[in-house]
């Protein structure tokens, strides 16, 4: 066992600071601007020959208000399931909260 | 292939999450569409039933985009989303609530790693002396010693990483993660004395070329061929008690420095002064490691997507399964329709493969290999003969390699001077198989059709397993009746009869609910002539709602008819139906209150999906379906199901969605058992020795009061939680001590 190791982790539990961030209901994206992916990334998929990214990211192409989107162009290849997740968020799942969107499929 | 959009709920400090989605799209829609997901406190309701509380805070960490389905190769999606947000109004008060449920417990387990971090220090200075001492062994013993202590290293670096990580990206800690922790922690705690024990052993043995090592027969430790630390101690005596009549596991493994061919293991008769046990009463297995899907829920978790080594099946014949690790394949061997054997890869998720696949294990144990630098796990099963003498036996286990001997194994087993009292509790399964019924299947081995001889092999190893009252799919007539008998000649009590060959259903027409009761009558008919007291006819499968409200008509008219109304269910289910429904089968954990609410209107409460069937968890099996129901005030367990195949039942990688739900796979001539079986089997015993328990304590006599309170004490604290293989052996103390 190497000592250091655990050592090491207690200055990292200490130095964080427990008090986490609060939770906030207040969450929109519009794609507008120069956001690019606006913080959205592969999430998980089935295994790592599922999916190929042709393009994902900001676009012009379409959009249901303004002048962008965001879009995913995929190519897969085998499994059955692909995520791409959001930013981190904190959204309290209490009240009568929803989330509310617009998808185009072609 | 769909799309949809989702959410992804975070129920800290718990392990839990959930993804909830929007309706998925399954086709191009050219047209901008509206979605919305509910996120607010209907959360709740989620959160008790995955949990059984509510002491966590509820919230969204992501939304998604999701696309699922079996992905054809080269298939394109281009999907566009926009103008996400979040509306409406959040419940007040939520950042204090946040706080108390989740940073307080943080704070909480950042207390805990002080002590923790004096823990790893002191196991830390013992792993080195083992290290230390190591070097001087000879060079076979010193790698696999080595090799051991460096995986605990390993762990300790991963753990503390996790751990700092986990802090860093969310500021928190999970009250499971930090369970996960301790219990890495406390796996160090018992691999650093077994690496000393280990090291004693080799040294005390340096002309030996394999090592035994004896760990206990149901635990939640997996032994794996190649996986080090090895959580067990080496020895030479294997050591089991058990009653008259009671079957008992054990287990061994034997690691080689070098390949072992042919290698065969023979039981002596195992003796007491003047009474002898034959060979016979021993049952020997290896144990067979193979691959197997991810595993999602409670029991266990494995990520899907991959392929993992898993110890399942025990086998006569190893050689049933070959394991190709290059590809990740299990391939199964079989007679094919031209007579001659083959091996058919039964990994694949094409599973027309599959279709002739006529799986048939040997009927005697067959010569094995371990591969050199290996680990080989074998089975032991003690069925105690019911009129044998009590005593302590002692016997052998001889291994010959080649026809040679080569090492051996002293058995040491105390046969116990009482018997157990029946089973406080019914153990039901969901048993698929039918005889004479045509197969809708498209395999020759599937989880429904039988022929008779097959289950009649299935309701014997019910039975031997203590699961006595599994449910009948037959229908009424000439099938049904052969399937009684074969009950009554298995030895299988009657006393409940729970079928799904009869089904209540929901009309409210009078001429139909007529009908249905005369089917019923003829039901409770047959059944009387088996001397079954009370035939129980099921509902709607998993109901809710109006669904479950609208089963009342036909649960009176099954009732008026003598008959008995059952069905799988949730919470809310008594509140709606619980004056007609003689028995719930309720989901998830085991709810005492919900006990007391069937119990106050003389109805009954069974348990399942704690987990389902199918999870090699042989110690959560144990604990779940035997202590825990105890504790919960349940009067049963009635867990999904025997077998169930989604795709084929033999292939774990052909359904996208479920893992085949097996905890005995069907073969040509009967079943072959699992780990997670004999864990059950383990269930049904532990309870049997505490009612053995109750009843000494209740008569006592009045020499022996003083020990029967604290008996009734221990009993009454006792933490079910704990190690059950102590909880066991304290049980039998108290039996005889009273």
Redesign the interface.
Known sequence: ???H??????V??GG????????S???????EGEEGMSGWKA?A???EN??EV?FVGS?S??????K??????????????????????????????????????? | MSVAFGRNLDLPPSLASGVATATPIKQASKKWQYFEIEIGDNTAENAIRLLGTDKVYRYVDRVALMFRGKFQPGQRAVVYVDDLKVTGKAKAGGEKEFELLVTEESARQLANATEWKRRIGKEAAALHVVIKKSETLPQGFKQHVLGSAAEVERMAETLTAQVAGKLKSKAWIRTSEAVAWQENLQAMQRVVPNLNRLWEYCEANPDRKNIIYLPAAITGQTLLPKALPVEAAPGDVVELSATPGEYEPATFAIFSNDEMREVTLQVSDLKSGQNVLIAGVIDLRVVKVWYQAGIKGIGGYRPGGKRYLVPELLLKDDDLIWLDGAKQRNLMRHRNPSGDLEYVDISDPDVKKNSDVLPQDSAQLQPFTIPANSLKQLWLTAHIPKGAKPGGYQGRVRILVGGKEYDQLTIKLTVLPFLLEPCPHVHSFYHHSRIGAKSRSPFQINYASRSEAQLEAELRNMNEHGLTSPITYQEYGEGLIKVLEMRKRVGMPAKSLFTIGQRAGNSSDPKQLQDLQQKVKQWVGLAKKYGYQNVYIYGFDEAKGDEMASQRAAWKAVRDAGGKAFAAGYQGSFEAVGDLQDLIVLAYKPDPKEAEKYHSVGHQIFSYANPQCGPEVPETFRRNYGLLLWKSNFDGAMDYAYHRGFGHVWNDFDDVRYRDHVMAYPTVDGVIDTLQWEGYREAVDDTRYLATLQKKIIKAPKAKRQEAKAAEKWREDLDIDGDLNVISKRMIEWILKL
């Open positions: 066992m190497k000592t190791v655990s050592i090491v982790l207690l990292l539990l964080m600071g427990l008090y986490a961030a609060p939770p209901p207040n969450y929109q994206q519009d794609f999430w998929q089935s295994g599922t999916s042709n676009s192409e379409k959009s249901h208000s303004g962008q989107s965001l879009k995913f162009d995929l190519t897969f290849h085998e499994g059955s399931y692909c995520y791409w997740s959001s930013q981190a968020l904190k959204i309290p799942a209490t009240g009568d909260l929803k989330l509310i969107g617009y998808i185009y499929v072609e």
